[in-house]
């Protein structure tokens, strides 16, 4: 298992292949779903697909969405992790829970972490994090973890506001 980091309740670990069980059963639940713009899966087989064509290529770039456990009794509850979006060149910070895991703070702590590890420890310069208009539990971590908020935008179609958080550039004083 590799373990990206930890939180003080949580672990992010990258998936593998035989881990498209967990993406099923996240991404069949059209609650899950409703807000990102993805169809609600109807099988495993394209839940392996996710893994293979979006998620484990990310991985090659010290990137990906990371599958969350929780520490206590190693249970999955989603995932969060940066993506890099090449039509735009950005980099997204995304995450995605279980219904079980709502309205614990498990999304804002693996969010925070995350956006510390990309800042710190993989040097990534700005962070950028969009939500859905209407998503206002997404929209609140990204404020909570400290993203500003830059610009309404249009994504596949749809509304949603667009934050990002950058370190402040250091200077040299003599």
Known sequence: MHVIFETPRLFLRRFTEADAKLIYK??????IVKYVHEPVLENEEQAKKILT???????????GRWAIHTKADYEFIGW????YIKETGIIDLGYRLLKT????????????????????????????GMAHVENIASIKVLEKIGMKFTR???????????Y??????????C
């Open 80 to 83: 969060c992790g940066l993506k």
């Open 152 to 162: 309404d935008e249009i994504i596949d179609g749809q509304p949603v506001k667009v």
């Open 101 to 128: 895991a709502w309205g614990k703070g498990y999304a804002t702590e693996a969010a925070q972490y995350t956006l510390i590890y990309g800042l710190r420890d993989l040097k990534i310069k700005v962070i950028t």
């Open 53 to 63: 064509d979006f998620i484990l290529p990310q991985y090659k770039l010290n990137l």
């Open 26 to 31: 996240l991404n069949s639940d059209p609650e």
């Open 164 to 173: 990002t958080l950058s370190l402040p550039e250091t200077t040299d004083i």
